[in-house]
Antibody, heavy 119, light 106 residues
């Protein structure tokens, strides 16, 4: 069974940092692009970042320069390093798998990890 | 950035009725558009990709159509489990973007 399990969320002060992780299982992780998508409380979905199987990276303008996506294919794990966090980064963060090598849709989602930025 | 505008924001329908949801793009996305369903407290689920292809395991009552800037998700006969929020997403250009969602309610 294909599964994604996010971790690393929590409460952080404005200007602080967090690193989110997403452990993948049930598929050949290195063959698929992966994305991070967030959802602020009571709001819609917002794409944050994506990474191809070979490591090419893409970012939303709202996080460019502050967030870094990476992957460790040997550990089947996706990461999101979040620096200079702002109140508006408060959200549930999902990792999601691409249905193919690089379609950049999302066919499998984790349950999410919550990030709260507050003093 | 390509803006996706979904309408209506809320659609009130009854079980067994047909639901038609719209997604309009600010510029052409060809057919590179997906639809997702999200129920309260759950992660989104991929329904349709490339405008008209059903994802694995999605019932035939869900269908997608359109190309360019205008897209439609149709639920032919609503089941109780279909009441949810639906989002469209384009992958034609970076950054990827989602629409604001349509809530389908009783």
């Amino acid at each position: 069974e294909v599964q994604l399990l996010e971790s690393g969320g929590g409460l952080v002060q404005p200007g602080g940092s967090l690193r989110l992780s997403c452990a993948a299982s049930g598929f050949t992780f290195s063959n698929y692009a992966m994305s991070w998508v967030r959802q602020a409380p009571g709001k819609g979905l917002e794409w944050v970042s994506a990474i191809s199987g070979s490591g090419g990276t893409y970012y939303a303008d709202s996080v460019k320069g502050r967030f870094t996506i990476s992957r460790d294919n040997s550990k089947n794990t996706l990461y999101l390093q979040m620096n200079s966090l702002r109140a508006e980064d408060t959200a549930l963060y999902y990792c999601a798998k691409d249905p193919t090598k690089s379609d950049y849709y999302m066919d499998v989602w984790g349950k999410g990890t919550t990030v709260t930025v507050s003093s | 950035e390509i803006v996706l505008t979904q309408s209506p924001a809320t659609l009130s329908v009854s079980p067994g009725e047909r639901a038609t949801l719209s997604c309009r793009a600010s510029q052409s996305v060809k057919n590179y558009l997906a639809w997702y369903q999200q129920k309260p407290g759950q992660a989104p689920r991929l329904l349709i990709y490339d405008a008209s292809n059903r994802a694995t395991g999605i019932p035939a009552r869900f269908s997608g159509s359109g190309s360019g800037t205008d897209f439609t998700l149709t639920i032919s006969s609503l089941e109780p489990e279909d009441f949810a929020v639906y989002y469209c997403q384009q992958r034609y250009s970076w950054p990827l973007t989602f629409g604001g969602g349509t809530k389908v309610e009783i």
